[in-house]
């Protein structure tokens, strides 16, 4: 069953990166290339790919010299890019080009940006782009290359440049997004993982932004699985954000593949990450939302996916999580709820693979081929969990927050979905003797209540949810 999808409606226009001087990277991590990588051997990715595999043309300096003038232009959008690519066939043309015959085409003012970006340390920033592809696995795909991947050429503003460490075969891949909070829950990072690793098992790579919360768990299990990961960043290709994923890029790098379409050394700035985003919706064929609040960038993800005909799919939670609010949106507004994996595989004809399969029919009661038992989650008792603590639940609670610190590190570990309580000490750092208090004080205050299967769960109130459409464009 295909989603309710609404089309004709145009993806808002983000502006182009720019380009200046190579800024400090106080708040960042490089990748260098002289790391040594240790992992366990992957089986082919062949059964992920639409296409042949495609290798870059070689670009002379001369030639990086003047695709790197003409796409990192100050102020020049997309479609003026590609109208000037037109005209002229290339950058090199393009540049010996008049002025007027530039402003013929577009604009005095798009001459001057052009000129302009030769001005710009426009030999320093060469150099640097020959360096970086001396990295082992960095190439650079220009839009008119063959390799250019294909869902991205077909974008209202496709990146005129992209920088890639790692398989670029894999932006040729059968895709699929697997976004979500930054700040998900336990739960949220279990399932982003489970999903992802057994999505990547059933032939699609993994694709998500390198954020802290559900895209490093996404990309987890896209690793652990048979078809790897594809990380695009809001960074220059040689830089990693946050860094506390940096050995996640190198490995990333090692076994998966890294884009980007910012200059080198650029950093993060919030204006990076919506434009990220619609090349992550752009190279999958679907993207599924694990975790999001109300207002929440991965929405911006699962709209831009909408209006580019790919398929939307969203897990539920608890009416009273604030990250399943988001999911409970989407789902609203069209996209498919989303239980398990094989409710993403069906959509694309693919099965599950076969030894999660085994292992949930045999959770079932090895009840063979049926398929209420492929659906099964890892999450069963969570489910039952959440039906029971909403019976012992208080009709209302609004009592001030905690101010012991204690029962705050429990409630922030707890999150809304029912977990154990070896998984609360395990994230909370409390010892038992106090965690045991904290409990006991929360659940005196209707904070939280012990659920079936010795769990836990919290039962303060998520904010009211918006009624404003999300997967849509605003009227």
């Known amino acids: 069953m295909k989603m309710r999808r609404m089309r004709g409606i145009s ?41 042949r595999l495609m290798s870059p043309q070689a670009l002379t300096p001369a030639a990086l010299r003047a695709w790197l003038q003409f796409a990192h232009a100050p102020g020049l959008s997309p479609a003026v890019l590609q109208l000037l690519l037109a005209a002229f066939g290339s ?44 990295g082992p696995g960095n190439v650079l795909v220009t839009l008119s290359d063959p390799a250019y991947p294909p869902r991205l050429r077909d974008l209202h503003d496709p990146p005129p440049l992209l920088y890639v460490k790692g398989g670029l075969e894999l932006l040729h891949a059968r895709g699929l997004a697997v976004v979500g909070s930054r700040h998900a829950t336990p739960q949220g990072l279990a399932d982003a993982t489970q999903f992802a690793r057994t999505l990547s098992d059933a032939g699609l ?3 998500s932004g390198l954020a802290l919360g559900i895209d490093g768990a996404a990309h987890r299990g896209g690793l652990d699985g048979r078809s790897g990961t594809v990380a695009v960043i809001a960074t220059g290709a040689d830089l990693v954000y946050p860094a506390r994923h940096r050995a996640l890029a190198h490995e990333i790098a090692a076994h998966g593949a890294i884009v980007s379409e910012w200059p080198l050394g650029t950093p993060a700035r919030a204006a990076h990450f919506p434009q990220r985003n619609r090349l992550i919706a752009a190279l999958a ?28 799919f969203a897990i539920p939670g608890s009416i009273h999580a604030p990250l399943a609010q988001g999911c409970h949106a989407l789902i609203r507004d069209g996209a498919k709820l989303t239980a398990a994996p094989l409710d993403v595989l069906e959509e694309y004809g693919l099965d599950e ?34 039906r029971t603590a909403a019976t012992t639940a208080p009709a209302s609670i609004k009592a001030a927050p905690p101010g012991n610190p204690s029962e705050r590190a429990v409630l922030a570990a707890l ?15 409390l010892s038992d003797d106090v965690l045991h208090g904290a409990l006991l004080a929360l659940e005196l205050a209707g904070r939280v209540a012990s659920v079936a299967g010795g769990r836990f769960a919290r039962l303060d109130a998520a904010p009211t949810p918006s009624t404003r459409g999300v997967l849509h464009s605003p009227a």
């Not at 990588?37 to 992920?48: E, G, K, T, V």
């Not at 076969?354 to 492929?374: F, K, V």
């Open 11 to 51: 993806m808002p226009r983000i502006a182009p990166p720019a380009i200046g001087r190579a800024p400090a990277r106080t708040a960042l991590s490089s990748i260098s290339d002289d790391e040594n990588f240790i992992m366990a051997p992957r089986a082919s990715l062949a059964a992920a790919f639409e296409g």
């Open 415 to 429: 999150g809304y979905g029912p977990v154990t309580y070896k998984w609360l000490a395990e994230h909370s750092g």
């Open 205 to 207: 790579t993994i694709v």
């Open 91 to 134: 950058p090199e043309a393009l540049l010996r080009a008049s002025d007027e015959a530039i402003a013929t085409v577009s604009s005095p003012a798009a001459a001057q940006a052009v000129r302009m970006s030769e001005r710009d340390d426009l030999d320093t920033r060469t150099a640097a782009a020959l360096a970086w592809l001396d």
């Open 353 to 386: 693979p076969a030894a999660r399969a085994t292992s949930g029919a045999m959770r079932a009661g090895n009840q063979g081929s049926n398929t209420d038992a492929l659906r099964e989650p890892e999450t069963a008792g969570i489910a039952q969990a959440n």
């Open 285 to 312: 064929i679907g993207a599924l939302v694990v975790e999001a609040a109300p207002r929440s960038g991965s929405l911006i993800t699962a709209r831009l996916a909408n209006e580019l005909g790919r398929d939307v």
